[in-house]
């Protein structure tokens, strides 16, 4: 299964907006506060209910409650009253937002602004449940916090995202019987060579196993390995395989650039898996990683689809528009380059004087 468009009505920052992504590979850039983020919650709050086979036997109101609870977890808005994610306009306003996946099904929800636990959701099309799933990987790593975060999540209210809580119990899945399928080899062998080892689990705690050199507990590694850490046990749990929609935020948080090109390696590894990839970055070196495999057909034989997506706001109103290409270089606005540009400049000036 794979998202094919996406359209928001005020939503949080976004008056009115339509989107058709790659089922490959999406590469979102743009400065802070302009929805990166938002993207990537909306969709996952959407599919996840789905997912696992939790709405197989609902009824329709027991199924909008489910969304309902989703995106009261993912977003946490205040008091949880999901009518404070609809745009801020005096008066009473609404919004409508939806996804189309790839054999055409749909899934809509709306709600005003002075609801706090109820939408309006419509399906239409077939939706098998069980068969795919959602995964969020957030900034912050997880794989070190599994053994007691699950617990702690269902019995206190901690001020976390439910994503992190979700991506908990995914970890918390034993590893699936039988041997790994060619595609899982492939993508696992390009991170067990940036992570010098392999990852394993012993009651619930994780750590890197290295040959000659013994075990190491996630608490000594560092952020960035950590993470690396949980996509390496996701695919080796089959959580994570050609039926997922993966979703990663800022994956260069803690990682050292050095680390960047095996990491998107990876990612293409894993499209070519069959994983449909949503990727938000501030980081040069990701976007032109990706942006090279695009411009240089050579890097990337498979031509997968790799679409790059901008978030900037317009001067005048400072309403949050977007722009969809499939390189980086044609980017009419793009933040990463436009610092990286200006940042150069300011460096010829110095050198060379006004």
């Not at 008091?79 to 008066?91: A, P, Q, T, Y």
């Not at 395989?241 to 293409?268: C, G, H, S």
Request: glycine share 6%; proline share 3%; hydrophobic share 35%.
């Amino acid at each position: 299964m794979k998202i094919r468009t996406l359209k928001l009505k005020n939503f949080m920052l976004f008056e009115e907006t339509e989107i058709e992504w790659s089922k490959n590979i999406n590469v979102i850039c743009g400065e802070n506060s302009t929805g990166k983020t938002t993207l990537l919650k909306v969709m996952y709050s959407m599919l996840k209910p789905y997912s696992r086979g939790r709405q197989r036997h609902a009824s329709k109101e027991i199924g909008e409650q489910h969304f309902v609870e989703k995106l009261q977890g993912v977003f946490r808005p205040d008091e949880m009253k999901i009518g404070r994610l609809v745009s801020r306009k005096r008066g009473s306003s609404r919004t409508d937002f939806s996804v189309v996946l790839d054999k055409g099904q749909k899934i809509s929800i709306g709600f005003g602004n002075r609801q706090e636990n109820h939408a309006d959701v419509e399906i239409e099309g077939k939706i098998s449940s069980g068969v795919f799933d959602a995964i969020y990987i957030p900034t912050k790593e997880m794989i070190s916090t599994t053994e007691h975060f699950s617990a702690l999540y269902e019995e206190y209210h901690i001020d976390f995202e439910e994503m992190y809580y979700d991506l908990a119990k995914l970890l918390d899945r034993p590893l699936s019987k039988g041997p790994n399928t060619n595609e899982q080899n492939e993508v696992l062998k390009n991170f067990e060579e940036i992570m010098k080892g392999q990852i394993v689990q012993k009651d619930k705690k994780f750590f890197l196993k290295v040959k000659g050199e013994g075990e190491f507990e996630m608490g000594l590694l560092s952020d960035g390995y950590r993470k690396l850490s949980m996509i390496i046990y996701l695919i080796s749990s089959g959580s994570l395989n050609k039926d997922t929609i993966l979703f990663w935020d800022e994956p260069e948080t803690n990682m050292n650039p050095k680390m960047v090109r095996p990491i998107v390696q990876a990612f293409v590894a894993l499209a070519r898996m069959g994983v449909q990839i949503f990727v938000t970055t501030h980081d040069y070196f990701v976007q032109q990683e990706f942006n090279m495999l695009k411009v240089y057909p050579e890097l990337c034989p498979d031509n997968l689809d790799i679409r790059f997506l901008s978030l900037y706001r317009e001067s005048e109103s400072q309403e949050v528009k977007i722009e969809m290409r499939h390189s980086a270089s044609d980017l009419s606005n793009n933040a990463i380059m436009q610092e990286f540009d200006a940042m150069y400049e300011r460096e010829q000036r110095i050198i060379y004087g006004n």
